[in-house]
């Protein structure tokens, strides 16, 4: 791997839908967010000049053992908008014809594909992981005895980033990256359904990660607390159980790892039929001089 950037594709292609204006082909199908998606990669490209570039799907956005831990998981999203779902199956066409690395774990998440390749990466490597999903930030390590694994938080587009390394997680919420999964366990997401335990916000979910080397060690011994907190860690015993087998990124699964030929005649004849022939060029132009 070397230098490389996993892309979280999925959380990328939503900021390109959200962020551009509907742009409509000659057929009728919408593409702003591949158009999108292509130039966010070749500024990527452009601008952190990879080795590697792996373009990281979800294959389920609600994999079953997660649900299976935790019914709620995901469970109140909205539908996604119909002009999206189309969209990453053409996206999947335009990369293949390009020749683009695409990963995925069956019966996964994104986080999940990334998770196996940050496990699989040499120690000599550097992995850039490129999502707007805070969950990844538990994958981030300096490189002692491994690779370094930074993350590239998207704030606007990819034209504004946070750089992640293990002093910056530090920093910024005031937990190790290797405790990441800890503290958000605590404080709790509800964009994922996962409520935290009750009166727990980021301040007492730092103060309690500081001082208990984990969730079981905070679940065993609570005589240092005071006796509400202390309560509330008692009821939230199902909930912390549950989230051990939701909140943790996977590195032990398998992936599919799809990286066929070029062809530009085929890439050429849908950029032309789509209106991509912009996006093509750039990212054509990104990746050559690399």
């Known amino acids: 791997m070397n230098h490389a950037l996993l892309l979280d594709t999925s959380s990328l292609m939503y900021r390109a839908f959200f962020a551009l204006p509907t742009s409509i082909t000659g057929d009728g199908r919408p593409v702003n967010a591949v158009r999108g998606y292509l130039d966010m990669v070749a500024r990527l490209v452009v601008a952190r000049r990879p080795g590697r570039v792996y373009h990281v799907l979800d294959d389920d956005w609600r994999p079953a053992p997660r649900v299976a831990a935790w019914a709620g998981y995901k469970s109140a999203r909205n539908e996604d908008p119909p002009d999206l779902p189309p969209q990453f199956a053409l996206l999947r066409e335009v990369l293949a014809a390009l020749g683009a690395v695409v990963v995925a774990a069956p019966g996964w998440e994104a986080d999940d594909a990334i998770g196996v390749l940050c496990a699989q990466a040499s120690e000599d490597d550097v992995l850039e992981i490129v999502t707007g999903d805070r969950d990844l930030l538990q994958l981030v390590d300096d490189g002692s005895g491994g690779p370094v ?8 587009g990819v034209s504004e980033l946070i750089e992640f390394d293990e002093a910056e997680v530090l920093a910024r919420h005031g937990v190790p990256a290797r405790r990441y999964v800890d503290y958000a366990t605590l404080r709790g997401d509800p964009s994922d359904g996962l ?91 990104a990746t050559d001089a690399t």
């Open 149 to 156: 694994i930074l993350v590239l938080y998207t704030v606007k």
């Open 195 to 285: 409520p935290g335990v009750k009166g727990v916000g980021e301040k007492t979910a730092r103060d309690l990660v500081s001082r208990y080397p984990d969730l079981p060690a905070l679940a065993a011994d609570t005589r240092s607390l005071s006796p509400k907190l202390a309560q509330r860690i008692a009821e939230a015993g199902e909930y912390l159980a549950a989230m051990a087998a939701v909140v943790p990124v996977r590195t032990d699964v398998a992936v599919t790892v799809d990286e066929p030929a070029a062809a530009d005649e085929v890439v050429d004849d849908l950029a032309r039929r789509h209106n991509l022939e912009g996006p093509v060029r750039r990212l054509r132009e």
